[in-house]
RNA sequence: AGAGUCGGCCAAGCAGUCGCUGUGCGCGCAAGUGCAUGGAGGAAAGUCCGGGCUCCAUCGGGCAAGGUGCCAGGUAACGCCUGGGGGGCGUGAGCCCACGGAAAGUGCAACAGAAAGAUACCGCCUAAGCGCCGCGCAAGCGGUGCCGGUAAGGGUGAAAUGGUGCGGUAAGAGCGCACCGCGCGGGUGGUAACACCCUCGGCAUGGCAAACCCCACCUGGAGCAAGACCAAAUAGGGAAGCGGACAGUCGCAAGGCUGUCACAUGUGGCCCACAUGGGCUUCCGGGUAGGUCGCUAGAGGUGCGUGGCGACACGCAUCCCAGAGGAAUGACUGCUCUUGACAGAACCCGGCUUAACGGCCGACUCCCUUC
C-alpha cells in the first residue's frame, strides 16, 4: 500500500484514502537534511499552515508530506507555491 | 579621544488580518462556541557533573570499579561558586593554573646526545702507581705512554646531578667559606593552606603520578518510555449454569463413549446436498491497544530590610510567569531602522562547556593632549 505519489523540487505527497470524512497530514523532515531543529520546525509550520488552508478542497485522504533537500533555504513564497500547486494536483487527480 | 579589563542587561520594533494551544468565565445534553488572558532561551544546545522526584534493592562492614585532590567557607548537592594561600603572565585594571605524595615499590623518557641513575665524546690534568727517553754522580727534574683523576668549559636536549663569587687544587669538585636557594628541627603570626625568623645540615632526595601506584575523601542501581490509575476487541486462563431426539455400547446407578438427525459456520439465488466444527451463555482476575494522572507554585521571580569582605543566609511584602503530545508558540500584509547572530522547552532545578551579528548600562586601568 504506497498510495499514489507526487512531487517537485521541494516536496513529495502520497495519499491513502482513509476512513474519516476529512483529511489528515501527516509530516516527514529529515534531520539529516534540514539540520536544526529551528530549520525543521520551519518547513512543518509551512505545510501545515498551508495544509490548513487548503483542506476544504482535498478529499479525505492521508496525506504523507515529505521536504526534500530542495527546500532547505527556500523563500517562504515558493515552497507555499509549490504546495499550493501539489494540493490542487491531488484533488483533481482523485 | 584611543586602547583595554571586569560585572550586569537586551536579543529588531510597531499595527492589522488569519490560525494553533493552556487557563478563567458565559452559553450548550454533548460536540463545540463567544469573550478575556498566558504562550521558548541565554544558551531551551552538548548531555559532561550535582540534586529533587519515581520504582527496585538495602542491618552493618569490606573488596572491586569509578571519581575528586592547596586551605577555609557557601550550598539540597557538586567536578560549581566565594574568599584566602602558593606559582605563572601582564606597565596596569586584571587574567591563568588537576596546585596531595617521587628520601614505599614498579615503570617510562621519542629525536638528539658519550651518558636520561650512575654516564667520560671533545676538552682539562699527569698528583699517586707502572714503563720508556733525555739530563744529572745521586736525590731528582723535564718529556711521553699506560693506568688513572676530573662534571669547571664545549656540544645535544624539554631536562645533564643547586646558583654566583672567593679560596683551594696536578686539574677539578660543597672540598672549604660568604650570600642566595633547598632540607631537618624549633619559635612567632594565622582556624588553615602558608608566611616570617632562628639554629643546624654542606646538599643528600634529578624529571614524569591527566603511567601503574600510595594517601585522604565521595559514590547502591535504573530512569518520566520513571511510575500510578481507568480499560475495549481478539486469543488464552479460572468459576458457574445450560448442553435436544433416537439407536448402539459400558455401568447396579449417576453418567461416559460412538453413530445418525438436529445445531453452528462455509459453498450455493433457494431447497436438497456437500464440507467443516464440538460446544453455548454469563461472570471473574491478569494484560494489550487506547485514555487519564505524573505535568508544572518552584532549593520560584521582584522589591525592601538585617547579618556577612563575599558566595550566600534569614525576615517581611508582593507576583503567578509555556505545558505540547507526529509534538502548539506561527503565517500573511504594511511601515520604520542599525537589515536582525547562535538557535526551539519535552519531569523539574543548580552548574560546567560549547555556539553566536550586534547593542545598552555601570565600575575600573593604561596612554596622549588640553585646562
Redesign the pocket.
Known sequence: MQGRRFSDTYFSMSALPNQESHARL???IATKTFG???AR??I???A??SF?LNQHVLPPLDIMVAARAGARGIA??ILRASLDELWHTLAKRR
Open positions: 501527516g509530516l516527514a536544526s531543529a529551528v520546525n520551519h512543518k509550520r509551512i501545515r499552515e490548513r517562504p513564497k
